[in-house]
């Protein structure tokens, strides 16, 4: 009994001095990377007071610390950045959808300003800015340097103020100058409208009013048309939205899915972790779905498309997304001010990351250039039997017959107009045409 207990007691022994050598080491790198930390620190504030008390001309001290500030957080990722307190203000009033300035949504690239994308009905758009413009100048004076907080600044000005932004976009040979006119923003989160039995969602943001006009605005298609089962399906057109809300890119994702997880995010610690699943219910009741993205589709975009793909929900067309799959916390600090942090990464339900890789389409499908189409005195396809000179006519129809053909012709015209004026769309309504011709399942 009593080696019993000494081999006990050595054991006991035993397993404090091997704490003891394992715990030394970890508490002294500790006080190493803490004392490290603190010269650090004591380096700054010499920086600091030389700057106030020697640099050529007066500094103003609060403007060097937030500039500081600045330089820490834009050094991690282009996402993270200082919000001064006018920011912060302007940046809560753009989630309620109404803001003023040009309609863009930027960031920054190797120190250029790019454009994510114009947004709908915008001063910006009007004057022709494209998703993956550089934006090099704003009223001649270069960007490269600044930081994009500083950039957007310049941009910014009183309603009704010209600004004259350079642009740099891949196929010109050369910079050039546009000429916007600033305006306030008001963002129509959501728009509606029928294409033929098709119900066309444009979401141009991810906003407040984001679900509900998508909700109110589907309901009203479906009993324009007399109800679902007159309905082909939905197009949601996410091209050049460049996010916004998360609740609300769940809440839309949740509107035509009726289980299963929407998105997670996963941050530095496992438990950091979150999880966003689907509740019971489809707005359209599990009709066919295309949803139309391209490069400037970003963040809340790629989350509901990604989602929708992955649960086989919808059909994906249209070109790759931005790839923007980090989560950015917006901390309120003191003074009235904010910091924006990226705490961590989106991930679809399958478990793909977005980040810098976007979503891939299901079909490919670029934008192209309207054609211009030859056509005859009554406003038809000039080479065809009916447009040769002397031609025949069908007489074997009756009144109703060629009523009927006229409507037909005037669907196909309107069809062939959209097919014209927006083809990625058209292309969607396409696809979902020829499902509802093979009836259902």
Known sequence: MKKLMMAAVGGIAGGVLLSTQVAGPLLAQ??????????????????FERIRQNYVEEVDEAELIEAAINGMLISLDPH??????????????????????LGIEVTQEDGFVRVITPMDDTPAMEAGVEAGDFITAVDGEALLGLTLEQAVDLMRGPVG???????????????????????RIQLTAVRARLEGNTAVLRVSTFSDQTYPNLRDGLLELIEEVGGLENLNGVVLDLRNNP????????????????????????????????????????????????????????????????????????????????????????????????????????????????????????????????????????????????????????????????????????????????????????????????????GPN
């Open 30 to 47: 500790e006080a190493e990377r803490n004392a490290s930390v603190y010269e650090q620190l004591d380096l700054f504030g010499d920086i």
């Open 80 to 101: 993270s950045s200082y919000i001064s307190a006018s920011d912060f203000e302007d940046m809560q009033v753009q989630t309620r959808g109404e803001f003023g300035g």
């Open 161 to 183: 103020s010209d600004i004259v932004i350079t642009i740099v976009r891949e196929g010109e040979e050369q910079p050039f100058d546009l000429t916007i006119t600033r305006d």
């Open 243 to 438: 996010g916004g809300l998360l609740t609300q890119a769940i809440r839309v994702s949740d509107a035509f899915l009726e289980q299963g997880e929407i998105v997670s995010t996963r941050g530095r610690e496992p438990q950091d972790g979150e999880r966003y699943n689907a509740t019971p219910g489809d707005m359209i009741d599990g009709l066919p779905m295309v949803v139309l993205i391209n490069g400037g589709s970003a963040s809340a975009s790629e989350i509901v498309a990604g989602a929708l793909q992955d649960h086989r929900r919808a059909v994906i067309v249209g070109t790759n997304s931005f790839g923007k799959g980090s989560v950015q916390s917006v901390m309120p600090l003191a003074g009235d001010g904010a910091m924006r942090l990226t705490t961590s990464l989106y991930y679809t339900p399958s478990g793909r990351s977005i980040q810098a890789l976007g979503v891939a389409p299901d079909i490919i499908v670029e934008q192209r250039d309207p054609i211009e189409v030859e056509e005859d005195e009554d406003g038809r396809p000039a080479r065809t039997e009916a447009g040769l000179r002397g031609a025949i006519e069908n007489s074997s129809l009756t009144e109703d017959q060629l009523q009927q053909l006229q409507e037909e012709r005037e669907a196909a015209e309107a069809t062939a107009a959209l097919r014209n004026e927006d083809y990625q769309l058209a292309y969607a309504i396409d696809i979902l045409t020829g499902l509802g011709a093979l």
